[in-house]
């Protein structure tokens, strides 16, 4: 499961769409420019 169907590795690919699905979730978004707890996150972190 690690590997591609041809057995090359899809670590790249997996990360990438990680981080796709991260930036583009409109939940994640909101908790962190909308919700007073979010901010503080982004306080903390910037």
Known sequence: ????ATGGYRDAVD???II???AKST?????LYDDP???VVLIDNG
């Open 37 to 39: 707890e979010g901010q």
């Open 27 to 31: 939940e994640l978004i909101a908790y």
């Open 15 to 17: 990360i990438a769409t």
């Open 20 to 22: 796709y699905w991260y």
């Open 1 to 4: 499961m690690d590997r591609s």
